[in-house]
């Protein structure tokens, strides 16, 4: 009788520790070499073209993301961003920045929010006002995001 006992207490003790394997997901900006890295569910993506591969989530709303990330907007200029040489439009300040921008060029992503460098993994950094704005041409759209920044590759890729 002891044998069968000691059994089920090994299978009890898998089945829990199987449990609590699968509800330990990874975090966004997490490394991962595939999707399923980041979520048994399908809900997160491995990005694999940044260093050590990274967790994030694929199109956002405002406010939308996991605790632990911000909601990014990364736009891409137009071909002809800048051409336009009429005296009476005033380009100054990042809204006619975006006013120049076609919307289907814009892509939001959930990425790990930082307010320091020492907040992200060693190959990113902190992106935040400049850096974020002008050099990458993105923006966290969250609501409460002053001071918040998203981990980046440290060579603005």
């Given at each position: 009788?002891?044998?069968?006992?000691?059994?089920?207490a090994?299978?009890?003790?898998?089945a829990?520790?199987?449990l609590?394997?699968v509800?330990?997901d990874?975090?966004?900006?997490?490394?991962?070499s595939?999707?399923?890295d980041?979520?048994?569910n399908?809900?997160?993506?491995?990005?694999?073209?940044?260093p050590?591969?990274?967790?994030l989530i694929?199109?956002?709303?405002?406010?939308?993301?996991?605790g632990?990330?911000?909601?990014a907007e990364?736009?891409t200029?137009?071909p002809d961003?800048?051409?336009d040489?009429?005296?009476d439009?005033?380009?100054?300040g990042?809204e006619a920045?975006?006013e120049?921008?076609?919307?289907?060029?814009?892509?939001t992503?959930c990425l790990?929010?930082?307010?320091?460098?020492?907040?992200?993994?060693?190959?990113y950094?902190?992106?935040l006002?400049?850096?974020?704005?002008?050099d990458?041409?993105?923006?966290?759209?969250?609501?409460?995001f002053?001071g918040?920044g998203?981990?980046?590759p440290?060579?603005g890729?």
């Open positions: 009788m002891v044998r069968p006992m000691k059994y089920a090994i299978l009890i003790l898998l829990i520790l199987s609590l394997t509800g330990c990874k975090e966004i900006g997490d490394s991962c595939r999707d399923m980041c979520s048994p399908g809900d997160r993506s491995c990005d694999r073209s940044q050590g591969g990274y967790c694929i199109s956002c709303e405002p406010d939308g993301c996991p632990e990330a911000a909601c990364f736009v200029p137009s961003f800048g051409a040489t009429d005296s439009s005033d380009t100054s990042s920045f975006y120049q921008l076609e919307a289907s060029r814009a892509r992503y790990k929010k930082c307010r320091k460098d020492r907040d992200c993994r060693g190959a950094q902190c992106a006002d400049t850096l974020l704005e002008d990458l041409n993105g923006l966290v759209i969250d609501s409460k002053e918040i998203v981990c980046v440290k060579d890729r």
